[in-house]
C-alpha cells in the first residue's frame, strides 16, 4: 500500500488510492453513528487530514476511543471525497495501529494557543506547533530557494572554514574554541597561557564571516557563494542579535556595485517569490494568527522594483522629512535603524538600496569614489526589516 | 556586450558572439606573426579559452607582451571557430584591459607540477590550479544534488545548534566553547571554574550531531535532513579524522532499516550519477592525473545493486576467506577497515550494505531485533572508501 503525506493524501488526486498515513494526533472526536474523527498531522503541510476509523475496527474500544493529542499512529485505508468544510478528502481507515501514547495529563500541547515564550520550554515538542510547523517549511523554502538561486546563476558553493585563527574586520566579539582545561591550564615559562598547547597550537575562534576565504575562491573560480553559521560573542539581548545564525556571502570577481545591486535585488525577489508561490497555506496561517503585516512586506519585496538612492540624497530626504527623530541626521554619520525605516516604509514605501556612503564609516577595502570621500558601498533595506543585506565594491 | 564565462565561449553555439570575458592568464605566447595567444581561465571549467591579441592593440607592446600566470584582465571580442586542438572556440579580442598584474618572480604557481603539501603553502592561491579547481566544482556538485536529492523526497532542510551543551552518545572528544579568559578565569568560592559566568551560562562545546535535534524535528515534520559541520576534539592525525566537517543527517519518523537502506542507496546513486553526467571533465582530469581508480569506483555505485549482507553473514565470509587479517575475526567483534575492505573490494566487488550487528557494539537507542542479540543497524561500504554512512531504525 502506498505511502502518502498528509499534503499528497489532501489533494484531490488522491481520492480513490488505497493509502497508508503516519503521524500525530491533533484531536479525536467521537460520533453517535458509531465511529471517530481522528485529526492527523504528519508535518507535510499545515492541514491535518480526517480519518474515519469505525466502530468496527478491532481495536476500536480499547485503543482507538483513547487516542488524544501527540499520539503516533499508522491509519491504512481508502482516501475518499469529502463533504467536510475545508477538505476535498478524508481517509476511511481500515486499519489503525498506534506507535505511541501520550499521556493527556502530561503532554503539554493542547488546543489552546500557548505562547512562542511558553514554547520555548517545551523546544522537543515545539515543531509539532501550527506556529513553528509552518516556519520550518519557510525555512526550508527559503534555505532552499538559496541555494537554487546562486546555482542557476553559476556561483559554486564553498564552505569556509567555522574554526578559524583570524578576525575579519573586527565585525563583533568571538567565541574562543579550545581544548585548554581552564581550571589548570599550561603555562609559558614567563606564566601566560601556553596556547602553543591548546589543540590548533595558537588561539583559535569561531568565524565571524567567511568573507576573506570567500575572496580567495572568488578570485579564482569567479563567483561563489557560503551558507554557513556564523558567531557572536556580543552579549547584546535584542531581537537584532544572535549568538549564532546562518548567513550567506556571496562573492564575485570583476563584480562592480552595479552588479552588487542586481544581484541582491534578484536574490531577494527570487527568495519571496519562491516562499509566495509554494508556502501559501503557511502564509496565510501568519497573516490570519500571527502578524497582517507579514504578506504585504513579503509582496512589496516580490513585486515593486528596488529604489537605488545615494546616501546623500538620502541625508537630503530625511533633513527636509519634519519628522522628530532621536537620532541626529548629519552627513557623515552612520543611519540609525529609525532612519532606515522611515526612508523605506513612509518615504520611498518600497525595498530601498542605499550607495556610496562615506568612506569614514566604512571599512578600509571597499573601493573609494572620485570624489575621495565616498566608497561603492550599498546596504540593502526592506520595509518592516531594516537593512538585510549589506555589500559593497 | 554579453559577459560570457569561459565554460559558455567555449561551446560551439558560441561562435558569432561578441563577448566580455574576464579571468586569470594561465600562459602567454607570442607569435612571429604579430600577435599573442593568450590561455585565459577563470574557473568556470578546467579548461581555458585562447584569446587571440593582435599587435595592433593599443597597450600591445606595453602591457599584454608583458602577461604572465595569474595577471587579472577583460578581454573583449567575438568568439570565432578555432582550427586548435581541443577547443572549438577562441576569442578574437578587440580589447585588452589589465586588471592586476603578477610578479612572475614571485608568483608561485608556474606551469610545473606542485605536490599537494607545498600547495597548501600558498592557500590563498591553490584554488586557482587544476587539482583544487577541480575538487571545489565537483565538492559543489556533491552539495547541490545533497540537497536536491532530500527536496525531491519531500525532507524538510534544518539546522541543528552547533554550539551545544549537550553531548550525543559520546561521539567523540570536544571543543570547548568560551568566552572566559582562561588566564584569569571567574571562580566559584569554592575555587572551582564558575562557568555560570560564562557566555551561555554553562559549559558549552561545538556539537559532534545534530541526530538529538533532528529527531526532534522528524517526530514533528516527518523527514527532515540536517547538511552542516561538526566537529570533533580527537587528536587524531589520520586521512579519516578532521576536527571540522560537513556532515548530512537525515532523520524520517516511522522509516524501517529497510527504507533507510533505500535511502542511503538511492542517495549515493543520486549524487555519484549527477557527479558522473555533470562533471565529465573534472573527472576525467582526475582519471588522467591524479588517479585512474576514481572513475571505476563511482562507476560502481552508481551502477551496481549495493549488496546487502547481514553482519552474521559477513563474519562467516570473513572466517572463511583464507585471508591474513591483522585483527581477528570474531562474531561480536566490530569490523576493522581491513575487513570492511576486502567484503566490499575483494569478496563483492560492489557497494555493500551490513545490517544487524551485534547490540554489544552499537549504540543503546538501536532497535533490537527478536534474537534479543542483534540490532536494526547499517553499515553502508563502499570500494576504495569503506564505511561512508551509517545508521539504524
Given at each position: 500500500m502506498?505511502?502518502l503525506?498528509?499534503?499528497?493524501a489532501?489533494?484531490?488526486?488522491?481520492?480513490?488510492q488505497?493509502?497508508?498515513?503516519?503521524?500525530?494526533?491533533?484531536?479525536r472526536?467521537?460520533?453517535?453513528?458509531?465511529?471517530s474523527?481522528?485529526?492527523?498531522n504528519?508535518?507535510?503541510?499545515l492541514?491535518?487530514i480526517q480519518?474515519?476509523?469505525d466502530?468496527?475496527?478491532?481495536?476500536?474500544e480499547?485503543?482507538?476511543?483513547?487516542?488524544?493529542?501527540?499520539?503516533?499512529?499508522?491509519?491504512?485505508?481508502e482516501?475518499?471525497?469529502?463533504?467536510?468544510r475545508?477538505?476535498a478528502?478524508?481517509?476511511?481507515?481500515?486499519?489503525?495501529?498506534?506507535?505511541?501514547?501520550?499521556d493527556?495529563?502530561?503532554?503539554?500541547?493542547?488546543?489552546?494557543r500557548?505562547?512562542?515564550?511558553?514554547?520555548?520550554?517545551?523546544?522537543h515538542?515545539r515543531p509539532?506547533?501550527?506556529?513553528?510547523?509552518a516556519?520550518?517549511?519557510v525555512r526550508?523554502q527559503?534555505?532552499?530557494?538559496?541555494?537554487?538561486?546562486?546555482q542557476d546563476?553559476?556561483f559554486?558553493?564553498?564552505q569556509?572554514?567555522?574554526i578559524t585563527?583570524?578576525?575579519?574586520?573586527?565585525?563583533?566579539e568571538?567565541?574562543?574554541?579550545?581544548t585548554?582545561?581552564?581550571?589548570?591550564?599550561?603555562?609559558?615559562p614567563?606564566?601566560?597561557?601556553d596556547?602553543?598547547?591548546?589543540?590548533f597550537?595558537?588561539?583559535?575562534?569561531?568565524?565571524v564571516?567567511?568573507?576573506?576565504?570567500?575572496?580567495?575562491?572568488a578570485?579564482?573560480?569567479?563567483k561563489?557563494?557560503t551558507?554557513?553559521?556564523?558567531?557572536?560573542?556580543?552579549?547584546?539581548?535584542?531581537?537584532r542579535?544572535?549568538?549564532e545564525?546562518?548567513?550567506?556571502?556571496?562573492?564575485?570577481?570583476f563584480?562592480e556595485?552595479?552588479?552588487?545591486?542586481?544581484?541582491?535585488?534578484s536574490?531577494?525577489?527570487r527568495i519571496?517569490?519562491?516562499v509566495?508561490?509554494h508556502?501559501?497555506?503557511?502564509?496565510?496561517?501568519?497573516?490570519?494568527?500571527i502578524?497582517d503585516?507579514v504578506l504585504?512586506?513579503l509582496?512589496?519585496?516580490?513585486?515593486?522594483?528596488?529604489?537605488?538612492?545615494?546616501?546623500?540624497?538620502a541625508i537630503?530626504?530625511?533633513?527636509?522629512?519634519?519628522e522628530?527623530?532621536?537620532?541626529?541626521?548629519?552627513?557623515?554619520?552612520?543611519?540609525?535603524?529609525e532612519h532606515?525605516?522611515?526612508?523605506?516604509?513612509k518615504?520611498?514605501?518600497?525595498p530601498v538600496v542605499?550607495?556610496?556612503?562615506?568612506?569614514?564609516?566604512?571599512p578600509?577595502?571597499?573601493?573609494?569614489?572620485?570624489d575621495?570621500?565616498?566608497?561603492?558601498?550599498?546596504?540593502?533595506?526592506?520595509?518592516?526589516?531594516?537593512?538585510?543585506?549589506g555589500?559593497s565594491?
Amino acid at each position: 500500500m502506498t505511502v502518502l503525506t498528509v499534503k499528497q493524501a489532501r489533494a484531490a488526486t488522491a481520492i480513490g488510492q488505497s493509502a497508508t498515513l503516519q503521524g500525530w494526533v491533533r484531536t479525536r472526536r467521537d460520533s453517535k453513528g458509531g465511529f471517530s474523527f481522528i485529526e492527523l498531522n504528519d508535518g507535510s503541510c499545515l492541514a491535518n487530514i480526517q480519518v474515519i476509523a469505525d466502530a468496527a475496527l478491532p481495536n476500536y474500544e480499547l485503543e482507538i476511543k483513547h487516542l488524544t493529542a501527540g499520539c503516533s499512529v499508522t491509519a491504512r485505508g481508502e482516501v475518499k471525497e469529502s463533504g467536510g468544510r475545508g477538505q476535498a478528502t478524508e481517509l476511511h481507515a481500515a486499519e489503525v495501529v498506534v506507535h505511541g501514547w501520550a499521556d493527556p495529563e502530561s503532554y503539554p500541547l493542547q488546543k489552546k494557543r500557548h505562547s512562542l515564550e511558553k514554547l520555548r520550554e517545551w523546544a522537543h515538542l515545539r515543531p509539532r506547533t501550527n506556529t513553528i510547523g509552518a516556519v520550518m517549511r519557510v525555512r526550508n523554502q527559503v534555505c532552499r530557494s538559496i541555494h537554487d538561486f546562486f546555482q542557476d546563476a553559476g556561483f559554486l558553493y564553498v564552505q569556509t572554514p567555522i574554526i578559524t585563527a583570524s578576525d575579519c574586520e573586527g565585525a563583533g566579539e568571538m567565541f574562543r574554541v579550545t581544548t585548554i582545561d581552564p581550571a589548570n591550564p599550561p603555562r609559558t615559562p614567563q606564566g601566560q597561557i601556553d596556547y602553543a598547547q591548546d589543540f590548533f597550537d595558537r588561539p583559535s575562534y569561531l568565524t565571524v564571516s567567511g568573507q576573506l576565504e570567500g575572496e580567495i575562491y572568488a578570485t579564482a573560480l569567479g563567483k561563489i557563494y557560503t551558507f554557513g553559521p556564523t558567531f557572536r560573542a556580543e552579549n547584546s539581548n535584542t531581537s537584532r542579535h544572535l549568538a549564532e545564525f546562518w548567513m550567506v556571502e556571496p562573492e564575485a570577481a570583476f563584480y562592480e556595485l552595479s552588479d552588487n545591486m542586481d544581484l541582491a535585488e534578484s536574490f531577494l525577489k527570487r527568495i519571496v517569490g519562491d516562499v509566495l508561490d509554494h508556502c501559501q497555506e503557511d502564509l496565510a496561517f501568519f497573516h490570519e494568527r500571527i502578524d497582517d503585516s507579514v504578506l504585504p512586506a513579503l509582496t512589496a519585496v516580490a513585486e515593486q522594483p528596488f529604489e537605488r538612492l545615494s546616501y546623500t540624497e538620502a541625508i537630503k530626504l530625511l533633513e527636509s522629512s519634519g519628522e522628530k527623530f532621536e537620532f541626529p541626521i548629519a552627513w557623515g554619520a552612520d543611519l540609525q535603524a529609525e532612519h532606515e525605516r522611515w526612508l523605506t516604509e513612509k518615504k520611498i514605501q518600497a525595498p530601498v538600496v542605499l550607495h556610496d556612503y562615506p568612506r569614514t564609516i566604512k571599512p578600509f577595502y571597499m573601493r573609494v569614489n572620485d570624489d575621495d570621500k565616498t566608497v561603492r558601498a550599498m546596504d540593502v533595506l526592506v520595509p518592516r526589516v531594516g537593512e538585510i543585506i549589506g555589500g559593497s565594491q
